[in-house]
T-cell receptor
């Protein structure tokens, strides 16, 4: 078990550029979540996959954001036409649907995005 | 929506027992209570989860009274490395993932 990994760990981009982040969950986990976290706040839910199906999206997830999880393995989060307000830590988490253990999520180290 | 309320910050000293209480008055029958720990520049880490009474693992204990409207995370004999933000969440089977809210957490500072 190598844990949840995210790439890149840091990304600096200019306003208006597109960025893509990757998350590799724990291999046997069927659920994958994306969160955004700003300084001093807890993680905010963005979207969630059960296997390859995207089951929920937050209203925070504007049409500039898109997430995929092809084949139910790794996931990507793309932000188009970045804005300064997109600067945040983007966290990925995975979990396994186990009776009695709802929402025991394992988080990756995050990708810190800075939009200049 | 099962909202939680916890203290913004707490201070303690090495070797002491720390108890962080979380209020969740609107907890639903199928909701579990879950606590996470987060260090700066890292993702949150699952600590403990429970439904009722008491749960203990190698890291912490979780006390849940019969009415389940609150819960207390107990950290025995804290050390400097326990300085972190602690989040209390409620949710369970059938809960929408978008309704699992981390909130601002409790910032715990441990002094030597």
């Amino acid at each position: 078990d190598t844990g949840v990994s995210q790439d890149p760990r840091h990304k600096i981009t200019k306003r208006g550029q597109n960025v893509t982040f990757r998350c590799d969950p724990i291999s046997e986990h069927n659920r994958l979540y994306w969160y955004r976290q700003t300084l001093g706040q807890g993680p905010e839910f963005l979207t969630y996959f059960q296997n390859e199906a995207q089951l929920e999206k937050s209203r925070l997830l504007s049409d500039r954001f898109s997430a995929e999880r092809p084949k139910g393995s790794f996931s990507t989060l793309e932000i188009q036409r970045t804005e300064q307000g997109d600067s945040a830590m983007y966290l990925c988490a995975s979990s396994l649907d186990v009776w009695g253990r709802p929402y025991e999520q394992y988080f990756g180290p995050g990708t810190r995005l800075t939009v200049t | 929506l099962a909202k939680t309320t916890q203290p913004i910050s707490m201070d303690s000293y090495e070797g002491q027992e720390v108890n962080i209480t979380c209020s969740h008055n609107n907890i639903a029958t199928n909701d579990y209570i879950t606590w996470y720990q987060q260090f700066p520049s890292q993702g949150p880490r699952f600590i403990i989860q429970g439904y009722k009474t008491k749960v203990t693992n190698e890291v912490a204990s979780l006390f849940i009274p019969a009415d389940r409207k609150s819960s207390t995370l107990s950290l025995p004999r804290v050390s400097l490395s326990d300085t972190a933000v602690y989040y209390c969440l409620v949710g369970g089977w059938g809960s929408s993932a978008s309704k699992i809210i981390f909130g601002s957490g409790t910032r715990l500072s441990i002094r030597p």
